[in-house]
């Protein structure tokens, strides 16, 4: 169980990156859904005693992690947003060489692990190749590899899905969702569809801030009634903007549908839906985002 309590970091340039955050994580995969520079990379950042917040704490079955960043790295599987491979290396080659640094310094005991993890990634046959001819998905599936070096029991994968094609994403989360039966795994995305099709619990965050946690479902029956959509036209939009609570706007055959919160039925044109976590997800950035706005303009 990793445990994070009024977790604080503010950035030398005054951006309060990590906001009071309080979050329980057990077993299984954890979602932590945010828009760009909500303080995901952040939050990880620091749970990967990769940089210290200001105040808080943060323990791993008991361990305090902060004060023990060691213990807490032996257990840890990290794979970073920004995950730069050699690309003139092979696959092999280069797993090798982590293991090694990992402490997997006994040659049998280290092939082993190195055969069994390009196995468990899909990457065996295409292991004697150079890391630069391999494609997005596949350098990810490296990434989580290397990440599961030393069998940790923390896994924590940093927007992994970004720019994969719907194949490649597919083939990468079926992976994470096999790794999560074990340990704990911290995913974070923008991509809502991640967390549905994934995580048994996750986070909203925005600004910092924790806005939502618990399972996906329970977050989505609080909006059950409450959402309202139908198709406008692409002038009358702004006015629906500006008159009701929007989630979200999407073009279908080419004309804007809207999914508008409200508790009855906002006109005759509206009819009710099923709530998804995207409306749960958008009706909370789109508070967060409309109370920064009148505090910037207060
Ligand atoms: N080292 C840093 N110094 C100063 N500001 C930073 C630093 N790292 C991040 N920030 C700022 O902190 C905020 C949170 O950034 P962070 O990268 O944690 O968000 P994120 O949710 O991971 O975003 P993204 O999805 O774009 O990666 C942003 O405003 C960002 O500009």
Redesign the pocket.
Known sequence: MLSIKQLNKT???G?K?INDVTLEIGHGMFGLL??????????MRTIATLQDPDSGSITFNGLDVLAEPQALRRQLGYLP?DFGVYPKVSADVLLNHFAVLKGLTARGERKEAVEALLQQTNLWDARKRNLGTYSGGMRQRFGIAQALLGAPKLVIV??PTAGLDPDERNRFLNLLARIGEQVVVIL?T?IVEDVTDLCPQMAV?VK?QVLVQGEPQAAIDTLRDKVWRRTVSAEALPGYQERMNVLRTRLVGGKPQIHVYADSQPDDGFIAVEPNLEDVYFLHVRAAHRAAAAVVQA
């Open positions: 950035y030398d340039n951006v990156a945010g828009p760009n520079g909500a303080g995901k990379s952040s939050l947003q940093d927007e974070s923008h965050i910092g």
